[in-house]
Nanobody, 120 residues
Framework: QVQLVESGGGLVQAGDSLRLSCAASGRTFSSSALGWFRQAPGKERTFVAAIGWSGGSRYYADFVKGRFTISRDNAKNTVYLQMDSLKPEDTAVYYC?????????????WGQGTQVTVSS
């Protein structure tokens, strides 16, 4: 089992950048695909990005392509989400999870998430 803790959120202005981190514990981190999801107020949680176990394969939701970059450091048991050119509609709580890549189905339990608020 992998336990995941998200951090790095905050209040920024439109056009700014943030880098989220997701620190993992558990021996299976380096062999697990990881993903980021987000949930805006009053909306369902949605897929944002995913990365394969080696970091060689990356996947993005259309609404973040070209703006967000997912990466991982298996030596640090951490996955990152670099978010550039942030928009007010990116405001949400961001969560990470292990994922089943073909369907982007989250597999691990949700953590507390990290709040990202983008002001216009």
């Amino acid at each position: 089992q992998v336990q995941l803790v998200e951090s790095g959120g905050g209040l920024v202005q439109a056009g700014d950048s943030l880098r989220l981190s997701c620190a993992a514990s558990g021996r299976t981190f380096s062999s697990s695909a990881l993903g980021w999801f987000r949930q805006a107020p009053g909306k369902e949680r949605t897929f944002v990005a995913a990365i394969g176990w080696s970091g060689g394969s990356r996947y993005y939701a259309d609404f973040v392509k070209g703006r967000f970059t997912i990466s991982r450091d298996n030596a640090k048991n951490t996955v990152y989400l670099q978010m550039d050119s942030l928009k007010p509609e990116d405001t949400a709580v961001y969560y990470c999870a292990t994922v089943y890549i073909p369907s982007m189905t989250p597999l691990s339990a949700w953590g507390q998430g990290t709040q990202v608020t983008v002001s216009s």
